[in-house]
């Protein structure tokens, strides 16, 4: 009789302790939140590879508290978003031994500062995680959460999630227009070319991702990566210190087949919402009226060391810091400071069709997804 008391006794704990998780994994009724791209999302995956792309050392994080791999002086445009949704904390990076257990239940990030679309892109770098090795990850998370919560709980905690993927800008800058060592390919890759091997790659991806359950996919293009110091430092000499034109017209020419990649997804895959942020326009729109939205500088960077325009050295100990990063709109040669990515993040959470398409992420989060 003791033993079956005692076997109760322990039925309930164990159920008492499954609905904690559920219960935690649900609170405030906040979606978890699925992070996949680059550098401009990055939370620390890159601390746990051989790469030469890290941004765990001072300057780096110097308004976050300490280092901790993002690529700014602060918070990145996912991690405002999700506060912005509600959430206490931000969302881990895959590679840290602690991202285990029930943590992984409110979402997880898997970006990687120097990867892209095309598996050849960073590779000057060495390691970093490209966006089919991401997937990889997350295929593995979702069989932990099954684990966790069973199959029924997890495909729905799975497609009420948010998605985002912020992928492309290096298979521009450091793939097809990488200095010196894409000078061969640029010769016999057309640009037109270049961007529907990208397309038809990621058209890959982003369907992979619905297969593994994903409903509520938020798709970030290309910003205008010809603007940023470290391509203003490389462009044609007698542009001076202005944006780099070939980059853009390619990143635009992407972003073009991107929006409807995205419109035949939401078209061909039931039941799925893939929503198009133009990040492109509203970084442009930052650039040319950047005093407007308060900033002092569009073309210098907030921690430089050497160039034209202080893009030629990626941020360092050694590294030049202003003083008040909220006055410039980049951080370092490549990425932006959080006072633009806080700008950019408000604009995708309610800006309207013009800035993303067909619905801002508020609306997202809260579009309800049947089974």
Not at 119 to 148: C, H, M, P
Not at 151 to 164: G, M, Q
Not at 229 to 234: I, L, N, T, V
């Amino acid at each position: 009789m003791s033993f079956l008391v005692s076997l109760c006794q322990v039925i309930a704990l164990l159920f008492l302790f499954f609905t904690e998780i559920l219960c935690l994994a649900g609170s405030k009724n906040i979606p978890a939140n699925f992070v996949f791209g680059d550098s401009l999302v990055d939370a620390g995956n890159n601390n746990y590879l051989a790469t030469l792309s890290k941004a765990n050392y001072d300057p780096n994080g110097i308004d976050f508290g300490s280092p901790t791999g993002r690529f700014t002086n602060g918070r990145t445009i996912v991690d405002i978003v999700y506060q912005a949704l509600g959430s206490d904390e931000l969302t881990p990076p895959y590679l840290a031994p602690t991202t285990r257990g029930s943590l992984i239940l409110n979402g997880v990030n898997y970006a990687s500062g120097g990867s892209g679309i095309l598996n050849s892109t960073g590779k000057l770098f060495g390691e970093r995680v490209n966006v089919d090795a991401q997937l990889d990850n997350f295929a593995t998370t979702r069989q932990d959460i099954i684990s966790w919560i069973g199959e029924f709980d997890a495909a729905k905690l799975v497609r009420s999630a948010i998605f985002s993927v912020t992928t492309g800008s290096n298979d521009l800058i450091n793939n097809y227009f990488t200095p010196v060592i894409s000078s061969v390919q640029r010769k016999v890759v057309s640009p037109e070319v270049f961007v529907d091997t990208m397309i038809s790659r990621f058209r890959l991806q982003l369907t992979r991702l619905y297969q593994l359950g994903a409903r509520k996919i938020v798709v970030i293009n290309i910003g205008p990566v010809g603007c940023i110091p470290f391509s203003r430092e490389s462009s044609d000499p007698t542009a001076g210190i202005e944006c780099s034109v070939e980059p853009n017209e390619m990143a635009q020419m992407y972003n073009l087949k991107l929006k409807t990649l995205v419109e035949d997804l939401n078209k061909n895959l039931q039941g799925s919402r893939f929503v198009y942020a133009d990040v492109f326009r509203i970084v442009y729109d930052i650039l040319q009226n950047y005093s407007s939205y308060g900033f002092e500088s569009e073309k210098i960077p907030c921690c430089l060391l050497l160039g034209k325009v202080g893009g030629l050295i990626p941020c360092g100990p050694t590294s030049k810091v202003c003083m008040d990063r909220s006055k410039y709109v980049f951080w370092d040669p490549y990425h932006p400071s959080e006072a633009a990515n806080i700008i950019i993040a408000r604009r995708l959470l309610s800006g309207d069709t013009s800035d993303i398409f067909p619905i801002n992420i508020r609306q997202l989060a809260n579009l309800k997804i049947n089974a």
